[in-house]
C-alpha cells in the first residue's frame, strides 16, 4: 500500500516554489534473519554485552553473579544464521566426541544412566562447548548424597547457567534458569563439592536437597577466569557481513532488481515541505531489508528537470560482486574456527586439488585443534567421573577415538576392494590359485639392468629397425 503526502494547493507568492507529490512505494519486505542486535549498534557489540541481571557485584572481591563474557543466547542463534558456521561447529562436534571412546565398555556402563544414550549426552555437551566454549555436564546421584551412586547423566543448555561466588574464598555455585516454565530458578552444586554446599546454603537448594552436580568443560582463556571463552568470536563481523550480502541479494531479486540511484531535482525550488517528504521517502531506503524500493513523485512546475543517476552495478554484475565477496567471507569464518575449507564444504582451486591435501588438512586439524578439546575432555571427564568409585572406570576409559584412527580403519576396509580392482586376474581364478586379497596388490619382480643386459636390449631394438619386414 502506498502512502501520499500531498502539498495544499496555496496563493501565489513573489517567490515561487515548486509543488510536489511524493508516493512512497513499498514492497515485499521478508527479514531473512532475526535481528540479534538493537539499531545502531553492531552484532559484536551487542553479543560482547552481556545481560544485564548478570552484572558483578560490587563486594570486594566480586562475590555474587559473575558477569559472562559474552551474550550466550544470541551467540547461539548464530549457528542458524551461517552455513560456514554451523558445519565448522558440527565437523569439530563429530570430530571431537561423535566417534565414541577408544575403549567399547565405556559406552556400555554410561548409556544406561543417560536419557537415550553416552554418545548422544556428549553430542549436545560438545555443541555448546564448540558454540559458546561452555558445555555443561549435570550429575545426578542416589539420595542426593555427596556418596552416593551415580544414577543419571543429563545434558544441561549452558545458555541457562550462572555461576555465583559466595564468599571471600571462592567457595561457588552455579544457577540455572530452566526453560519450560516449570522453575524460575534451580542451584547445583559443583561435582565433587555437593555436601559442602548444601551445608554452606542450606534451604537455597531446589526440592529439599534433591539438588545435582554439574560438570563444566570450558574452553580456556584469559578472557575470563570463570567461563570458557570460544576462539572464534572474531568471525562475527565477517558472518554479520554475509547476513547483509544476503538480505541484499534477496531484495534485489524479489523487488525486480530495481537499483539504487541519486534523484536531481533541477531549475526551481521544491517547497521545503516537499522536500521533505521526498527526503522520508529517500531515506526509507536505508538499511536491511529495505534496498531497492521505487519512488514516484508529481512536480507542478514547468521548469523543472528531474535527472536520475544510477549508482548501483546491474544485475550480472552484482552476482559477480556477491560471489567473490561470499567467497573471502566464507574463508574468514572457516579460518577463525580453525577448519580446513574442504572439510567446512568450500572448494578452493589450487593446491587445495593436490590428490593428499584433504589428509594432510585432517591431521592438521586432529593435532592442533581437535586433538586439544579431546584432551580437555578426557581430562575434565578423568578428574570427576573417572574418581566415582559405584561407577569403577578405567584409567583410560575416556579416551576418544580420533579421525586419523577412523580413516586408517576406513581404508583397511576398502583394501581387498582396491586390490580386486587392480587386479589383471578374474576374481574366480585369484580363489582358484589361493590368492589372499588382504594381501593387496602382487608386487612383480623388477629386472634387474647391468650393462650387459641394456646392451643385448638395444641391439635387439636395433636388429629389429634395420629388419625390412
Not at 38 to 55: D, F, N, V
Not at 164 to 180: F, I, L, M, Q, R
Not at 395 to 401: M, W
Request: include cysteine; charged fraction near 25%.
Amino acid at each position: 500500500m502506498s502512502t501520499t503526502n500531498s502539498a495544499q494547493v496555496s496563493r501565489p507568492s513573489a517567490r515561487r516554489e515548486a509543488r510536489a507529490t511524493v508516493a512512497k512505494l513499498s514492497h515485499n519486505n521478508h527479514q531473512l534473519y532475526p535481528q540479534l542486535a538493537p539499531k545502531g549498534q553492531s552484532m559484536l557489540e551487542a553479543i560482547q554485552k552481556a545481560a544485564g541481571e548478570e552484572a558483578v557485584s560490587n563486594q570486594g572481591v566480586h562475590t555474587g553473579h559473575v558477569r559472562r563474557p559474552f551474550d550466550f543466547a544470541r551467540t547461539a542463534l548464530l549457528k542458524m544464521h551461517n552455513e560456514h558456521h554451523s558445519t565448522c561447529i558440527e565437523a569439530k562436534k563429530a570430530a571431537t566426541v561423535g566417534l565414541g571412546h577408544a575403549d567399547k565398555s565405556t559406552k556400555k556402563k554410561l548409556d544406561k544412566l543417560c536419557r537415550v544414550s553416552w554418545l548422544h549426552t556428549m553430542m549436545q555437551v560438545a555443541e555448546d562447548f564448540e558454540a559458546l566454549g561452555n558445555g555443561y555436564l549435570e550429575v545426578v546421584r542416589e539420595g542426593f548424597s555427596g556418596n552416593g551412586k551415580i544414577t543419571g547423566l543429563h545434558y544441561q543448555p549452558a545458555c541457562d547457567v550462572a555461576i555465583y561466588v559466595e564468599n571471600d574464598v571462592y567457595d561457588y555455585h552455579y544457577e540455572v534458569k530452566t526453560s519450560g516454565g516449570l522453575r524460575t530458578e534451580v542451584k547445583f552444586a559443583s561435582y565433587g563439592d555437593l555436601d559442602s554446599f548444601k551445608t554452606r546454603a542450606p534451604g537455597l537448594h531446589a526440592g529439599k536437597g534433591r539438588v545435582s552436580e554439574l560438570i563444566h568443560f570450558a574452553q580456556p582463556s584469559s578472557y575470563s577466569r570463570w567461563y570458557g571463552v570460544p576462539f572464534w568470536l572474531a568471525a562475527i563481523a565477517s558472518i554479520e557481513l554475509v547476513q547483509s550480502l544476503k538480505q541484499h541479494q534477496f531484495d534485489f531479486h524479489q523487488n525486480r532488481g530495481v537499483p539504487e540511484f541519486m534523484l536531481f531535482v533541477m531549475g526551481t525550488k521544491v517547497r521545503a515541505k516537499d522536500w521533505t517528504a521526498i527526503e522520508e521517502a529517500l531515506q526509507a531506503q536505508i538499511g536491511p531489508g529495505n534496498s531497492h524500493k521505487s519512488l514516484a513523485m508529481n512536480l507542478t512546475d514547468p521548469n523543472i528537470t528531474v535527472q536520475l543517476e544510477k549508482l548501483a552495478m546491474e544485475g550480472s554484475a552484482d552476482g559477480e560482486f556477491f560471489a567473490k565477496m561470499m567467497e573471502t567471507l566464507s574463508v574468514n569464518i572457516v579460518s577463525a574456527h580453525r577448519v580446513p575449507p574442504p572439510i567446512a564444504g568450500i572448494l578452493i582451486p589450487g593446491k587445495m586439488g593436490a590428490s593428499n591435501e584433504a589428509s594432510n588438512a585432517i591431521m592438521t586439524f586432529q593435532a592442533l585443534v581437535i586433538g586439544q578439546a579431546q584432551e580437555n575432555f578426557e581430562t575434565t571427564l578423568r578428574c570427576t567421573l573417572g574418581d566415582d568409585k559405584s561407577l569403577a572406570m578405567s584409567e583410560d576409559a575416556f579416551v576418544f577415538r580420533t579421525i586419523v584412527e577412523e580413516m586408517a580403519e576406513a581404508l583397511e576396509a576398502l583394501a581387498p576392494a582396491d586390490t580386486m580392482g587392480r587386479m589383471k586376474e578374474q576374481l574366480p581364478e585369484a580363489a582358484a590359485s589361493g590368492r589372499d586379497l588382504e594381501e593387496g596388490v602382487k608386487k612383480i619382480a623388477k629386472a634387474k639392468w647391468d650393462a650387459d643386459t641394456a646392451r643385448r636390449f638395444l641391439q635387439s631394438v636395433f636388429t629389429l629397425a634395420e629388419d625390412p619386414r
